[in-house]
């Protein structure tokens, strides 16, 4: 069985992202970039469902920039077999993402596709869900643990409530959540091997999807900003505060 | 303009995300309906009837429908989407597992979270963790939206709506429910909570989260939350994580402790009325967008600030 991981190339978790002045998008310029930290947890997933042999082949794919090749490269040093970057400088929406998935997933044929619960950029958290409907495969979104059970799965999942179990027929979509896995570190014999594991680049033409973007940015703009309080010396002072300065309590 | 709210509920109870999802909808303008899909969920659509501003319920009642699983409420939302031009739920664990579907079916753009609507087409919503707010005018000619609960008020509840039965075809055969293990507390609802008590890495233990934050909770009648690191460890279950990948709340009063104010857990609690930060660090980020600070250990305030509680009203709990 054939596992295709999806993952973007997405601004470092820890940069603090700043709004342009003239408010039509974040500054990108010269910050760091990696790999979507749900999408290392997805990698992280497959290449263990290799190492236990429930999978053959984990195969990583992107769409995005020419550079989005270093997140590519960062998934094959994890463990990942085979790489395809989709070229394109255009930004894509989460939809016509899908649809390249779809294409990709027609010709790959895997039985199984995990996705990070949501890129940490647009928050969209929409992707796998949208690549299962269009394919008509059944999904267990946020997981926290992945079951393979013969060609179907069983996975539980993190919910408002506390955790689900959903039986799925393969082949399947997973979206990961936090507690799926702790992604590893690549070493640095991994990361040289990485080098020469195969990674094809293409074009979105190539996938047969025509762009089509839904949503025009009117504009992006600072949130509302909170101000820093006071600080307080005892307990008493902060009780006392809250009852009469604040009228919490 | 006819718009459908999807209503979050257990099959036995109405949540009030439906209710503030009505108020987002009813911005929208036109005619507002809510579908109301479980299994045996009569009382809920009987309550669903009752909210401001909706002219009818429709009302699935399907065994495949009793745990709203994404697949089956594809088949059923789907076919429902030709009377509507609009398509609402709330921005739940459950809205977002199955709204996606929904719209990659009727080759749409979902807009995720939104925070305000300025028009039938346009909508704001947070990106990068609340970081930046974008604008966006959608092209598509039906909405798929789902909506960030926070920022709407409640509608009210002295509708009275008409039921009526739709019929649910099937579709969702290749997914079924196996189990659940849902947190049994009778502790407020973290996402509806007027009080939350918050902790973080700092209590090292499960131990130390059950005898210190959750007395806490307990005598303010507030809800537990926690921070990733906590829920990571074990602390507590995963149902309290607050923040940009976990839960989205805005009580009137939110009490930080130990936690450092990452931006991840930022995310998901700054629109809190009052923040109170504890933290022994006086250079932690929480400190930056707490209202009231007290620097210190927490070991020591919590059993201090537990009395000063009790001296105005609060009385401890005794342990359930
Ligand atoms: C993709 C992704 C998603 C994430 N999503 C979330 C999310 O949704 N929610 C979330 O919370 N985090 C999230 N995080 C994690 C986030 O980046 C932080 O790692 C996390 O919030 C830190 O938790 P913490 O504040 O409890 O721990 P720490 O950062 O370790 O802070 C502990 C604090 O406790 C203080 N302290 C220690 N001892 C004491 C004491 N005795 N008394 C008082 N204070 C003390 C310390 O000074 C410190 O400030 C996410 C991260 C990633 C990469
Ligand atoms: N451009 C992309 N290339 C590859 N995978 C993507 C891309 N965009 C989204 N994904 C996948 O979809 C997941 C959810 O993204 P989103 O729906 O945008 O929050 C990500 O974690 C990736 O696994």
Redesign the pocket.
């Known amino acids: 069985m054939k596992v295709l ?4 190339r997405v601004i470092d978790y820890n940069v603090k992202v700043r709004v342009k002045p003239d408010e039509t998008g974040v500054d990108l310029a010269n910050v760091k970039m990696s790999m ?1 930290p ?2 290392e947890i ?1 990698v992280e997933e497959a290449v263990r469902m290799r190492e236990a042999g429930s999978a053959e082949e984990v195969v990583v ?4 920039p020419e550079k ?1 090749q270093e997140q590519l490269r960062q998934a094959l040093a994890m463990g990942a077999d085979r790489a395809i970057l ?1 070229k394109t400088d255009e930004t ?1 929406e ?1 939809l016509d ?1 899908a649809k390249i ?1 779809k294409s990709i997933v027609e010709k790959e044929g895997p039985g199984l596709v995990i ?5 940490i950029d ?7 869900q949208m690549l299962a409907a269009l394919l008509g495969w059944p999904q267990g979104t946020f997981a926290s643990k992945v079951e393979k059970d013969g060609d179907n799965y069983k996975v539980t999942r993190e919910i408002d409530g506390g955790l689900q179990t959903v039986a799925l027929d393969g082949p399947a979509i997973v ?1 990961t959540d936090l507690r799926l896995n702790e992604p590893r570190y690549a070493s640095l014999p991994n990361i040289m091997k990485a080098k020469k594991k195969p990674l094809d680049v293409m074009e979105i033409a190539d996938t047969g999807v025509a762009l089509s973007p839904r949503l025009e940015v009117v504009k992006v703009a600072e949130p509302p900003k909170r101000e820093a309080g006071v600080k307080v010396e005892t307990t008493a002072e902060l009780v006392s505060k809250l009852k009469t300065e604040a009228g919490v309590l | 303009m006819a718009v459908l709210v999807i209503a979050e509920h257990d099959n036995a109870e109405l949540k009030d995300a439906t209710h503030k999802t009505v108020t987002a909808a009813g911005q929208l303008g036109g005619d507002v309906d809510i579908l109301v899909a479980g299994k045996g969920a009569g009382a809920v659509a009987e309550a669903a009837a009752k909210i401001d501003g909706v002219r009818k319920v429709l009302h699935a009642d399907a065994d495949a429908l009793e745990h709203q699983l994404a697949e089956a409420m594809e088949a059923l939302v789907v076919p429902l989407a030709d009377n509507y031009d609009a398509i609402l739920a709330p921005a739940t664990a459950s809205g977002k597992n199955f709204m996606p579907r929904v719209a990659a079916k009727l080759d749409v753009m979902q807009l995720s979270d939104v925070v305000a609507i300025e028009g039938a087409d346009t909508f704001t919503r947070p990106i990068y963790a609340g970081n930046a707010f974008m604008t966006v005018k959608s092209k598509d000619a039906k909405k798929v939206a789902t909506i960030r609960t926070t920022t709407f008020a409640a509608a009210g509840e002295s509708g009275s709506a008409s039921v009526e039965s739709v019929d649910y075809a099937g579709g969702g055969e290749k997914s079924s429910f196996v189990g659940a293990e849902l947190s049994v507390s009778d502790r407020p609802e973290l996402t509806g909570a007027k009080i939350i008590v918050s902790g973080g890495r700092a209590l090292a233990s499960s131990d130390n989260f059950e005898k210190l934050i959750e007395p806490l909770a307990d005598q303010l009648g507030a809800a537990v939350g926690a921070s990733r690191a906590a829920v990571d460890a074990g602390y507590i279950s995963n149902d309290h994580q607050v923040g940009q990948t976990g839960k989205v709340v805005a009580p009137e009063l939110y009490i930080a402790i130990g936690i450092s104010g990452a931006i991840q857990h930022l995310a998901g609690m700054k629109d809190s009325k009052i923040i109170v930060a504890i933290n022994k660090d006086e250079e932690a980020p929480i400190f930056q967008i707490a209202d009231y600070g007290l620097v210190g250990d927490l070991f020591k305030i919590i059993p201090e600030l537990q009395e000063e509680l009790a001296k105005v009203g609060y009385a401890a709990k005794a342990p359930a």
């Open positions: 991981v999806p993952v973007k979507n749900f999408c997805a794919v992107s769409i995005g989005a989709v894509v989460p993402v998935l996705l990070g619960k949501q890129a647009d928050d969209s958290n929409q992707t796998g979206t």
